[in-house]
Antibody
């Protein structure tokens, strides 16, 4: 069955870089796109960026200068790196299977809570 | 970016109908989806393409609308439906979400 699982540190220092990994199973990264979505506590989700099935990437313009998404298809993994973290980057980070205009985000990982604090 | 506007909260009695609206700042055609998020969990896709039921979702849930005005309905409401419901558009990048409607039981 389709599964996605995020992993990474729960605590990041201000101004440091966040590195997260999404490990997927049940589908191929060369057939489906994967997006990263984050959610501050008590607020709505925010789309961060997408790894297209063909290896291209797309980013939210609000984060583009700080964000990088890459993948390793042999390991079924998608990576997120975001630099210059601040306290308002605190929240839960999810990876999702992204069918875009067709069905939106049909499968989600359980999420990883990231706190930016010294 | 397309802005999606939802009412913040709705209180409904068990067994009654709950109707949640979502208005888009510009037309998204039928590229509107609805998610349920229970406390401490990830969002779950319920409705895609404005009116299509996602796999395994009970028929108590339904959606309608196109263009800029959309409606999500639960009929009848059950206790397990306590959650926050989000609309999301995928017509244009970036995909955007509404701020959520918290469903409460009277």
């Amino acid at each position: 069955q389709v599964q996605l699982k995020e992993s990474g540190p729960g605590l990041v220092q201000p101004s440091e870089t966040l590195s997260l990994t999404c490990t997927v199973s049940g589908f191929s990264l060369t057939s489906y796109s994967v997006s990263w979505v984050r959610q501050p506590s008590g607020k709505g989700p925010e789309w961060m960026g997408r790894m297209w099935y063909d290896g291209d990437t797309a980013y939210n313009s609000a984060l583009k200068s700080r964000l990088s998404i890459s993948r390793d298809t042999s390991k079924n993994q998608v990576f997120l790196k975001m630099n210059s973290l601040q306290t308002d980057d605190t929240g839960t980070y999810y990876c999702t299977r992204d069918l875009m205009g067709i069905t939106g985000f049909d499968y989600w990982g359980q999420g990883v809570m990231v706190t930016v604090s010294s | 970016d397309i802005v999606l506007t939802q009412s913040p909260a709705l209180a409904v009695s068990l067994g009654q109908r709950a109707t949640i609206s979502c208005r888009a700042s510009e037309s998204v055609r039928s590229s509107m989806h609805w998610y349920q998020q229970k406390s401490g969990q990830q969002p779950k896709l319920l409705i895609y393409g404005a009116s299509n039921l996602a796999s395994g979702v009970p028929a108590r849930f339904s959606g309608s609308g196109s263009g800029t005005d959309f409606t999500f309905t639960i009929d009848p409401v059950e206790a397990d439906d306590i959650a926050t419901y989000y609309c999301q558009q995928s017509r244009n990048d970036p995909p955007t979400f509404g701020s959520g409607t918290k469903l409460e039981i009277k």
